[in-house]
Nanobody
Framework: QVQLVEFGGGLVQAGGSLRLSCAAS????????MGWFRQAPGKERAFAAA??????YYEESVRGRFTISRDNARNTVYLQMNNMKPEDTAVYYC????????????????????WGQGTQVTVSS
């Protein structure tokens, strides 16, 4: 069965960096749109970044600071987070969508078919 497992969460100081990994099994990351979402306490799960077949997409609040990438040989997706801010504190989830057709579709939670368990990221000031 499909499984997405996130690694790399933890505590980091503001201005620091952290890299999250999403190891996939049961699907090939190169054949899916892969996304990262995040959910802070009391808030809804929100789009952060995604990588499609030809493009990458970023929420404006993380653009220029976060970079999404994939390693097809390892069947793994990464989220490199630089210049982190306390507002980035959240549980981060990896997700996979069978297909997307636009940015609006890509950033919509309901588009995604598979989800990881989440990993906690905490940024201290």
């Amino acid at each position: 069965q499909v499984q997405l497992v996130e690694f790399g969460g933890g505590l980091v100081q503001a201005g620091g960096s952290l890299r999250l990994s999403c190891a996939a099994s049961g699907l090939t990351v190169g054949s899916f749109t892969m996304g990262w979402f995040r959910q802070a306490p009391g808030k809804e799960r929100a789009f952060a970044a995604a990588i499609g077949y030809t493009s990458t997409y970023y929420e404006e609040s993380v653009r220029g600071r976060f970079t999404i990438s994939r390693d097809n040989a390892r069947n793994t997706v990464y989220l490199q987070m630089n210049n982190m801010k306390p507002e980035d504190t959240a549980v981060y989830y990896c997700a996979a969508a069978y297909g997307t057709s636009s940015y609006a579709v890509t950033r919509n939670r309901s588009t995604y078919d598979y989800w990881g368990q989440g990993t906690q990221v905490t940024v201290s000031s």
